[in-house]
C-alpha cells in the first residue's frame, strides 16, 4: 500500500502528469501525417525515458562512474583546497546559504568538511556571481557561519567560467598539495583545465546522483530532478567536445 501510494503520488507530479496526457492525445489525434505524429510520439517517449532513474543512470555513469569521495587517509598531506563557483541566485532578504544553489552548497559543504581535515590548509573559494554578489563572497560567509577562520578563506571572485579559474589560480597551486571540489559530472573537465595550466589537483566530488540506489517504485517513473541531472551531465559532454575543438583549432588554448 506504502508503495502504491508513492507510485501515484510521483505519477501525478507535473512532468510524468503532462507527458502521460501528451501520450493519450497523441494516440487519441489524428494519425494522418504519420512523420510528424511519429516524431512527435518519441520526442515524449525520448523525455520520458531520460527522467527515469533507470534510463538516466546509462548516461550519468560514465562521468560519475570514474571517482569516489575524497579519502583523506589517502592524503596526509593537503596545502590547498579549492572550491569551485556554481549557482547563484543573489536575494539580500536571505542568508547567504540560501542564495546559492544546490550545487554550491554542495561544494562549500564538502570543502569545509576537508578543510576540518587539516588544520594547516587553507580554503580557496572561487566564481563571480550577479553583480556585487559573487560566489566566493557567498562561500565564504557560509563558510565563515560554519566556524572556519576568515584567514584560513581566500577568494577568487573574478573568474567567469572555470577556464579562468584555473588560469587565474594556478600562480598559487603550482607545487602545492591541491584538492580541488566541485560536482562529479564537473570533474573531469575542470582536472583537465587546471592540469593544462600545470597544476595537479587532487580530486573531491560532490553532487553523486546514485541513481541505482534510487527505490525501486521510482525507477522507472519520469522525474523532473532526474531530468535536472541528465542536463548536468549533457552540459559536461557538450563541455568536454568545445574543449577537444578548441585545442584541435589551437593547441595552446585552454
Not at 566566493?136 to 572556519?148: C, E, I, P
Not at 571572485?157 to 559530472?185: F, I, N
Amino acid at each position: 500500500m506504502f508503495e502504491l501510494k508513492k507510485i501515484i503520488g510521483s505519477l501525478l507530479m507535473p512532468l510524468p502528469f503532462l507527458l502521460i496526457a501528451l501520450f493519450i492525445l497523441l494516440m487519441l489525434s489524428n494519425k494522418t501525417r504519420k512523420v510528424l505524429w511519429s516524431m512527435s510520439l518519441l520526442c515524449v517517449i525520448s523525455l520520458w525515458l531520460i527522467s527515469s532513474p533507470w534510463f538516466a543512470q546509462f548516461i550519468v555513469a560514465p562521468l560519475e562512474g570514474q571517482y569516489v569521495a575524497f579519502n583523506n587517509k589517502k592524503h596526509p598531506e593537503i596545502d590547498q583546497i579549492v572550491v569551485l563557483g556554481c549557482d547563484v541566485r543573489s536575494n539580500p532578504r536571505v542568508p547567504p546559504n540560501s542564495q546559492m544553489g544546490g550545487c554550491a552548497l554542495s561544494r562549500i559543504v564538502e570543502g569545509i568538511r576537508i578543510l576540518n581535515l587539516y588544520p594547516d590548509a587553507k580554503l580557496i573559494v572561487s566564481g563571480a556571481g550577479i553583480g556585487k554578489v559573487t560566489n566566493s563572497s557567498l562561500m565564504t560567509k557560509v563558510a565563515v557561519s560554519m566556524g572556519v577562520s576568515k584567514s584560513r578563506i581566500s577568494q577568487n571572485p573574478l573568474a567567469k567560467d572555470t577556464a579562468e579559474e584555473a588560469k587565474l589560480l594556478a600562480p598559487k597551486l603550482v607545487d602545492r598539495h591541491v584538492v580541488l571540489v566541485t560536482s562529479v559530472s564537473h570533474m573531469k573537465r575542470a582536472q583537465d583545465l587546471f592540469a593544462k595550466q600545470g597544476v595537479e589537483t587532487i580530486p573531491a566530488p560532490t553532487e553523486f546522483a546514485s541513481l541505482s540506489m534510487w527505490a525501486d517504485y521510482k525507477l522507472f517513473i519520469a522525474n523532473a530532478e532526474v531530468l535536472k541531472i541528465v542536463t548536468t551531465h549533457i552540459h559536461e559532454w557538450i563541455g568536454l567536445a568545445w574543449l577537444e575543438i578548441v585545442r584541435f583549432v589551437d593547441p595552446e588554448a585552454m
